[in-house]
């Protein structure tokens, strides 16, 4: 019995086929296990190993390594902070302080509705609009305290749900077409091309000669 | 010559509002390059870009032509794009990605061509979710346009290119825990040697792994030719750099300048380019290539904006970003947050990197809020030369990868620079900018 959607796990398996070794989608699943769940689910981590051929095990122990992929449930909405450098300069330790507040929750929290996880983040390289905020993942621009207000109340009320979706929900666009260079061909393809190459290498090599 | 006289050689299309779509790239010259390339010898598309002398622009800065040039010849060779971009204060890959990633495409089928790779991956940070979605927009649209896949428009050149996600992790930016990401593993680093993935890469094959913005340079290149690469910048950097200004600054982004043409001065202070310090404050100090580089003071202002010219001064011009602080931030706050920074990303198998930094962080914090000891000043400067043997740049290293030497950065610049300002927080209990 799958636990992963029929879609989701159509997806899956598409992903796992557009590399050499089936690990190599452990990270794109994972992320599709989280558009299904909002969070990895042991369910969809059982599910992931078969899909990769790896055990339970290896899954969960490249998932807890990772700040994006969640062993344990989050918000509706995860709220990234970031507090590095650039953005403290810009005044997000006391954007933080707020946020805290304000959301009732300290960092690395979940308020008590499940809407809201909010994280203090590292470096999120949009460092010329200080303090960044991002939602799901989402850039939120520079964020002020009362901005930071709005945003939750718009959040909350549903006024961003076309352009914030549910947390999990990572890459809308799915890729058109699977491999279409076939290996074998492509070996062939690389060996010709080699043995041209080697072949102007001696020409252009006996040219100096002579 | 003005300071923005120079090409815009990756930035050109930026002031469309479309500037991410296939119709756009076409219109303004897109894939020319692509196909320019594939009327070429593979040799001879890999001496044009060698010719250029292109840095890498990742942040060691190591010359792409030499890389390439590697790569052991092997039907099962990768190319695997660093755009996992994390450091601190660096936004550019950020800004080209979502900007424009069709010439990130095209660079990347140029790079595979005269490498003859066998597959290209594009390692995104996963927190670029627009990234993604524009990369693998245009890549679904290169596919159609007949850029990428079987038969490469009629040169009977064939590639994949698979857009592929991170999940939050800075030590994923090294290359061969990047790697190790693509293998669906802890982004630990590799044992050197070998030094190069060159050498054993993805899945143990040889592999080249460039960064985003080296990308972006290439179908430039190929188009104008080495030649007229090389003679922008000066000695070995050669071409333009994308420069990402951030923190006290009237107008803080990334400017596309020439190499060594340019000055911190001018890129802090030029109104067209940051517009000086924010408000009537002055230039404290400002750390010249990400948060790994050494820091420097107003006195140093005037060097230019060049790898040796930045290196000869004891930092970096590491990934380009540069960070300015104002007369009114405490250094001891930004050197504790940038150090747990570190600790936060140590991926953990080296004991200096993984204990040192959260030692390091612990003190810093308690000098911060006022319960340092003068001792301390003494005791950081032990851990640091613990994790990196002297202290000194560039640095010793005791760890697999150089997050570990680059922790005590930050630590022994505010030690050498502002020594008073640690003194004063552990005498008068508190830090004096509260």
Redesign the interface.
């Known amino acids: 019995m799958s636990h992963l959607n029929a879609d989701i796990r159509e997806r899956a398996k598409e992903l796992v086929s557009?590399?050499?070794?089936p690990?190599?989608?452990?990270?794109?699943l994972?992320?599709l296990a989280q558009e299904q769940d909002g969070w990895l689910r042991p369910e969809a981590v059982e599910e992931i190993a078969e899909l990769?051929g790896?055990t339970a095990a290896e899954v969960r122990?490249?998932?807890t390594?990772?700040?994006?992929?969640h062993t344990e449930p989050v918000g509706t909405y995860v709220v990234?902070l970031c507090?590095?450098?650039?953005c403290?300069?810009g005044g997000a330790l006391e954007l933080l302080e707020h946020a805290e507040a304000s959301l009732g929750v300290r960092a690395g929290g979940t308020t008590v509705d499940g809407v809201f996880t909010l994280e203090e983040s590292?470096?999120?390289?949009?460092?010329?609009r200080?303090p960044c905020v991002?939602v799901?993942?989402?850039?939120m621009g520079a964020q002020t305290p009362e901005s930071f207000d709005a945003l939750v109340g718009d959040l909350r009320s549903g006024a961003l749900s076309g352009t914030v979706p549910p947390h999990g929900t990572?890459?809308?666009?799915?890729?058109?077409?699977g491999?279409?260079?076939?290996?074998s061909?492509?070996?062939e393809?690389?060996?010709t091309?080699?043995e041209a190459?080697a072949a102007?290498?001696a020409a252009a090599g006996g040219g100096k000669k002579a | 010559m003005a300071i923005t006289d120079a090409p815009k050689i990756i930035t050109s299309r930026l002031g469309y509002d479309d500037s991410y779509t296939l119709e756009r790239y076409l219109a303004t010259g897109g894939y020319a390059g692509l196909r320019k390339a594939l009327s070429m010898?593979?040799?001879a598309v890999a001496a044009e870009v060698d010719a250029a002398s292109l840095l890498g622009r990742g942040g060691a800065g190591f010359p792409a032509g030499r890389k390439w040039s590697m790569l052991r010849?092997n039907?099962?060779t990768y190319l695997v794009i660093n755009g996992d971009?994390?450091?601190?204060?660096?936004?550019k890959?950020?800004m080209l990605i979502e900007g424009d990633p069709h010439q990130i495409l095209e660079g990347v089928l140029i790079s595979a061509y005269a490498l003859?790779v066998?597959?290209a991956f594009i390692y995104l940070?996963?927190?670029?979710?627009?990234g993604?979605?524009r990369l693998?927009?245009a890549?679904?649209e290169a596919?159609?346009h007949g850029a990428v896949?079987?038969d490469i428009f009629g040169s009977?050149?064939?590639?994949?290119v698979?857009?592929?996600?991170?999940?939050?992790?800075?030590i994923c930016g090294e290359e061969t825990a990047l790697l190790e990401?693509?293998?669906?593993?802890?982004?630990f680093p590799r044992i050197k040697p070998p030094y190069f993935p060159a050498a054993i890469g993805l899945?143990g094959e040889p592999t080249v792994v460039n960064n985003v913005e080296t990308m972006a340079n290439i179908p430039w290149i190929i188009n104008n030719g080495a030649a007229a690469f090389a003679a922008l910048g000066a000695g070995r950097s050669t071409g333009t750099r994308l420069f990402?200004?951030?923190?006290?600054v009237r107008k803080?982004?990334?400017y596309e300048l020439e190499m060594v043409k340019t000055t911190f001065r001018d890129l802090i202070y030029a109104p067209v380019l940051g517009g000086g310090i924010r408000g009537s404050n002055t230039l404290k100090a400002f750390?010249p290539g990400g948060?790994s580089a050494p820091w420097f003071g107003p006195d140093q202002v005037d060097l230019p904006l060049g790898q040796d010219e930045v290196g000869d001064a004891g930092s970096m011009l590491g990934s380009g970003?540069v960070?300015v602080?104002d007369s009114d931030?405490c250094m001891v706050?930004?050197a504790w947050?940038?150090t747990k920074?570190f600790s936060?990303?140590s991926?953990g198998q080296c004991t200096p990197c993984r204990e040192g930094s959260g030692w390091l962080e612990r003190i810093m914090y308690r000098i911060e809020n006022g319960a340092g000891r003068e001792e301390d000043l003494d005791l950081l400067m032990d851990l640091c030369d613990n994790i990196s043997p002297g202290v000194a740049w560039p640095p010793q290293q005791t760890t697999i990868c150089v997050l570990g030497p680059s922790i005590p950065s930050s630590i022994a610049s505010g030690i050498r620079m502002f020594r008073d300002e640690y003194l004063v927080h552990v005498k008068e209990g508190g830090c004096p900018f509260d």
Not at chain 1, 83 to 86: K, V
Not at chain 1, 136 to 139: I, K, L, P, Q
Not at chain 2, 125 to 130: D, I, K, S, T
């Open positions: 557009l590399y050499p070794q690990r190599s989608a452990l990270i794109p994972c992320h990769c790896v122990g490249t998932a390594f990772y700040d994006m992929l990234s507090t590095n450098i650039a403290m300069l590292e470096c999120l390289a949009d460092c010329d200080t991002q799901n993942h989402r850039y990572l890459v809308r666009v799915r890729r058109s077409v491999l279409v260079a076939d290996r061909a492509i070996v393809e690389r060996a091309a080699s190459q102007r290498a | 010898t593979p040799e010849k039907p099962l971009e994390s450091e601190p204060a660096t936004f890959d950020h003859q066998s597959q940070r996963g927190e670029f979710a627009l993604l979605e693998q927009t890549l679904n596919y159609a896949g079987t009977g050149f064939s590639l994949d698979v857009v592929h996600p991170g999940a939050g992790a800075y990401s693509l293998e669906g593993k802890r982004g899945y990402a200004l951030a923190g006290h803080p982004g990334n750390i948060v970003s960070v602080m931030t706050r930004a947050r940038i920074f936060r990303e991926c």
